[in-house]
């Protein structure tokens, strides 16, 4: 078995891409994929592990492609192409050359639009759950896609109280008047009910900021414990943000 490691190898003359045919790569930036067909003229079965891209100018950079092609002798096969852009490469239609052993290949690439964003961290542990206590997290946002990102607006956030659905529970199934399962049932919402917080009310400082592709900001989102949040139990919730989640403990703290 002959190995072609470098997109530069002799060998390659050897390889030969299909007349007619035109290769198509498509997807998201750090995702292209498509087929081209190709054949292998030499006797001995070949390994193909690199190939090159161009833009076909007399300056152009060269690019080399990571593969796994394995061609038998005289075989002829459709092989699966993969390559990754810069993650902010813009939507659009681009020519790219595929160069194989000297000889250029017309490439097509795709890139379809991608709002993708990333969010650290997105965990957080605050301190004090007694009524009107103000808070903020605050997080590094990163622009990942090839689209501007428009930071969201978030009104409201549900946190619950980390016991209570344990309590409800536990003082339903004691209670002595929960005779029957609906009985136990009622008893469980009555609970909930009464224990449940208000929602959060919550604002993010850079709601309406457009984050271009590849850039990153500081958000802060400030929140209020409800009027109805008990000082002295624990809350636990979630923020979803665009297509993230992001997640918060508040512990209670009472100072004697």
Avoid at 147 to 164: G, N, S, Y
Avoid at 208 to 231: M, Q, W
Wanted: hydrophobic letters at 35%.
């Amino acid at each position: 078995m002959l190995f072609i490691k470098e997109s530069n190898d002799a060998l390659l003359q050897h390889i030969n891409i299909e007349k007619e045919q035109e290769i198509i790569l498509n997807g998201i930036p750090t995702s292209m994929s498509g087929y081209v067909q190709l054949s292998n003229s030499l006797n001995e079965t070949v390994k193909v592990r690199s190939i090159a891209l161009t833009d076909n100018t007399k300056k152009a950079e060269k690019t080399d492609l990571s593969i796994s092609w394995k061609l038998l002798p005289g075989e002829k096969k459709l092989q699966q192409l993969n390559i990754q852009l810069p993650p902010d490469t813009a939507p659009g239609e681009y020519d790219r050359y595929l160069d194989i052993g000297g000889k250029k290949q017309k490439v097509k690439l795709i890139v379809q639009p991608n709002i993708e964003i990333n969010i650290f961290p997105k965990n957080f542990t605050l301190q004090n759950t007694a009524p009107g206590t103000n808070h903020t997290i605050i997080f590094t946002l990163v622009n990942a896609g090839n689209l501007p990102f428009q930071i969201p607006e978030i009104k409201h956030i549900a946190a619950l109280d980390m016991d209570f659905i344990c309590r409800a529970l536990g003082f339903a199934f004691r209670d002595a008047k929960s005779s029957s399962f609906n009985d136990t049932l009622n008893s469980v919402t009555e609970n909930i009910r009464k224990n449940l917080a208000d929602w959060l009310s919550a604002k993010v400082k850079e709601a309406g900021t457009i984050i271009n592709p590849g850039e990153s900001t500081l958000c802060h989102i400030d929140f209020t414990v409800p009027k109805n949040a008990d000082r002295k139990n624990d809350y636990s919730g979630n923020i979803r943000f665009w297509d993230q989640d992001l997640s918060f403990v508040i512990k209670s703290h009472i100072e004697t």
